[in-house]
């Protein structure tokens, strides 16, 4: 049976950046979209060439992709011609192969936004899609408010549409810019743009999350005959977001009639990227990640309902509608029961350490972990630190080296020159083989510049650990990730330490205290901790 | 035009309580019954009676409501009749007017779940019914796995819900238990149901979201004449969730065709509330409410692209697809980089601060935001300090006083007991109206628990500002959030802090440094700051 290819078209990057609180760096943005071509997305928005330094920069250095990096702008501006359109010719100097511009559809908003007449903004439409093409470049028009403009003014939005397809659009994209537009309406109104002559082939969809029906509505377009989807990973975007790529990918490859009768160019072996993806984007954007998120959120394959996890040990199917190793999620069954005991073993072994079935260090294991997540830890994103929990609990951990106490401090105040200047100095005292040891250190990095108290405190800690010195000494601090959250009544601050030593080896660890200092010394701890380990 | 009444089911205290990390108390049940109530839902499906302690005590003493409280259980079990079942009768005793029943409606979970016979599983269920209605209740049946049951053998689901119905259940609801159905299918099985002669107005959906479809599927099997919606709020529910209602409820008063076509118990008036009482559910559970949740999100009406800016100025309606004071929510124009001049001089006036469309300082303020953006603050949720930057580019920001050092210490060490504690102390240097003033304070709080270095410096910056004590001293934080973020070629922190009065007054301030403890001092200056300026 022959699949009909279906076009991705990615906008985490332009649409995506419309989130509120969202910033991406040019050097984010390169990162994005390598993640993005391992998925096998065909179209990567880049951002809009000239709004902003970030996007111009991005496109100065894009990375080399198999997926089509696009620049977005807009239709060039009345009463100048497409090549005499500085905004237009910002977006063309990013030497784009593909160029998506945004037109109006919708009368109401071509006379009251742009102030322009019907005839005037089809004509700007027209020739900007026109310059694209003369130019070689291939044209995308997102055609903006084009289902709220086809309810108003059915022969106008048509007629956009019809303007950018002779004028040599590859691809009209109907746009539900405000995301009001119901599934159902959706459906019928891209059938209704297919049997007015615009082919399915050229078409694509782009819809919002307004009313929680972004991808839903996305499918409704597909049903209908639309043959490219814009959306963004995690949902990003204006307002309630874009629909999810994260959502549409799995469904349009694992669920009927879509894996079926439909092909993409993501490829199942891509496709168990999928949850480590969305879970890397919300490290880049440092958001706690959705853990309700359909297919890859933490919570996707839970299950907490006691008839539902007794079912599930007999058979998954039973409460799974697909196997989540198919986007490299995992099931998680309540740690109480016997299944917990069973997923630990398993999660431990993964950690070369072998415990037998019926230890009773596995209760005990899975008490503490329970009791230190309700305390604000988590081990999910802490292999290091529930590993030495884990030994801890086993006995099977060296006492390598003891702290006695430390003092950290922090300062700010003028120098000789009148300007305000901040350093902190820590002094850390260990036991190593009996023998006690003095270490300080401040925070000033050789640039000369301050960075703060845990990384002086950090570097005290690694002066000198005696016979351990050698093992510690390629080890660095490469992440440091902070969050306020519950410990119990009280709002605690959470650390997540990302270290690295010289081999490439990388791991992660937590401390959590109302004091962030503190929070910050256990996860460096523990990072130490596990290096020695390694080397033990 | 008459409108068909659709029913509003509500189960946030039964499979709400299924999210992985919520745990109600009786108490707090109590308060969402009371809350959904005043939204004007039909049903409060309050918990199991017997399953457990808290559910057991929410029926003893359930709110009075308009409500119908019901209670939920399963079926009588193989090998007993209805009234013999523990189970069931545990059920029952909790006295409410109406009881949901949850029997299976797909023939591998019969045989493989249950391991009895399909005769025997249809025998359960209408004898546990005919002992509802025996018994005076009004009874509901949950139709388990219906959709996959229907796919697999639709003459055994549709037996299973033949049976319910003719021993007299009120209702027979369709559930997609696994989440796995999409909407167009949900749309035609349903549509299939009422074919087959189970009339709609007896028919329930009940939707979860493991592709994000829960509200569409909902909305597909109302189209198909189910008339009774289960849903929660917030969507919370098993894995990814069940249908949020709060989606389901606006859109249904207020989109087409649902507007026209259906009411429901909710008033215009109550769904005012909607939004509060969306934040007052994640506040009883000390979750951070979804900024881009549906309809009541803080991000819902926000509008951060430039041109949707400038047109939302001119016209709501132009990128807005509903007035969002009819669910309770708000506008947001937030600053950004992407913002215009327009823009800004919009978010000024909100602030109080007059400027005239050309006045050169709109392009310094733009600059210097743009600069410090870059730097990584973000001034979209921190408004305070974006007024604060406004009115020092203009010129009409007070010096109420000079920080003229600071210093804080942190120290773990052991204490007589021979156990390690923690604890900050903090001074501050200010000079106010030319008097130099030195304030200590230390991290305890009144419990003893050491607070870390934030509060210490937090308390001694509040400690003695002169004549301007009186104004801070109502003065709070009562929130404070970190992040590691990009400046330059740097990572920095970002700490935004918000703070409160005793009129009730709440502002967020951002401080940026790659020291979290300056970063988190500037953010306070800036709380403080603000605080004075409204008081000036």
């Given at each position: ?6 076009t991705l078209y990615d906008t985490t990057l332009r649409d995506g950046q ?11 943005k390169?990162?994005i979209a390598?993640m993005l071509d391992t998925l096998g997305v065909d179209y990567i928005e880049g951002g ?17 992709t198999?997926a089509t990096i696009t620049?977005f ?27 998506c ?103 694509g969809?782009h ?21 490219q989807i814009q959306g963004t990973l995690n949902g990003l975007g204006?307002?309630?977001?874009n629909a999810s790529l994260t959502?549409l990918i ?14 993409t160019g993501v ?10 993806v969305?879970?890397?984007l ?255």
């Amino acid at each position: 049976m022959t699949r009909t290819r279906l076009t991705l078209y990615d906008t985490t990057l332009r649409d995506g950046q419309q989130t509120q609180g969202v910033q991406f760096s040019t050097a984010e943005k390169q990162r994005i979209a390598e993640m993005l071509d391992t998925l096998g997305v065909d179209y990567i928005e880049g951002g809009w060439p000239g709004a902003n330094p970030t996007d111009s920069a991005f496109f100065d250095a894009a990375p080399r992709t198999r997926a089509t990096i696009t620049a977005f702008g807009m239709t060039k501006r009345a009463g100048r011609s497409a090549a005499n359109d500085d905004v237009l010719a910002a977006v063309m100097n990013a030497g784009t192969s593909a160029v998506c511009l945004v037109g109006k559809a919708h009368d109401f908003h071509v006379e009251r936004a742009l102030g322009i007449t019907l005839a005037e903004n089809t004509q700007n439409i027209a020739s900007s899609i026109q310059h694209l093409v003369s130019e070689g470049r291939e044209a995308l028009l997102d055609a903006e408010h084009f289902f709220d403009g086809y309810k108003a003014n059915p022969g106008y939005a048509l007629e956009v549409c019809r303007a950018a397809l002779d004028a040599g659009a590859r691809w009209i994209v109907l746009c539900d810019t405000n995301g009001g537009t119901l599934p159902a309406e959706i459906g019928r109104i891209t059938a209704e743009v297919i049997a007015a002559g615009i082919p399915g082939d050229r078409l694509g969809i782009h819809t919002h999350n307004d009313t929680e029906n972004a991808v839903a509505g996305a499918l409704a377009a597909v049903d209908a005959g639309a043959r490219q989807i814009q959306g963004t990973l995690n949902g990003l975007g204006e307002r309630c977001g874009n629909a999810s790529l994260t959502t549409l990918i799995p469904t349009l490859l694992l669920k009927e009639p879509y894996a079926n009768r439909y092909e993409t160019g993501v490829t199942l072996e891509a496709l168990q990227n999928l949850s480590r993806v969305s879970r890397k984007l919300d490290d880049i954007l440092n958001r706690v990640p959705q853990r309700q998120a359909a297919y890859v959120g933490a919570s996707a394959f839970a299950h907490k309902a006691g008839l539902h996890a007794s079912a599930i040990l007999k058979d998954p199917s039973t409460y799974e509608h697909i196997d989540p190793a198919l986007v490299g999620n995992a099931r998680i069954i309540p740690m109480s029961n016997q299944a917990g005991q069973s997923n630990l073993r398993r999660r431990l072994a993964e950690a070369g350490i072998e415990v037998a079935p019926n230890d009773p260090a596995l209760a005990l294991i899975l008490d503490q972990i329970k009791e230190r997540e309700a305390e604000g830890y988590t081990y999910d994103s802490a292999q290091a630190s529930f590993e030495l929990l884990a030994r801890r609990a086993l006995g099977t951990l060296p006492d390598f080296f003891e702290v006695k106490r430390y003092k950290v401090t922090v300062e700010r105040r003028k120098n000789k020159h009148d300007r305000m200047v901040s350093l902190s100095e820590a002094v850390v005292v260990v036991k190593v083989d009996g023998e006690k040891k003095l270490s300080v250190s401040e925070s000033m990095d050789d640039t000369g510049s301050d960075r703060g108290p845990v990384n002086a405190l950090s570097k005290a800690l690694a002066k000198d650990l005696g016979r351990y010195q050698s093992a510690i000494d390629d080890m660095r601090l490469v992440d440091f990730k902070v969050r306020i959250t519950q410990g119990g009544t009280e709002a605690v601050t959470r650390v997540i330490i990302d270290s690295e030593d010289g081999q490439g080896n990388r791991w992660s660890t937590v401390g959590v205290s109302a004091n962030i200092v503190d929070a910050s010394f256990d996860a460096l701890l523990d990072a130490i901790n596990w290096k020695l380990l390694q080397d033990a």
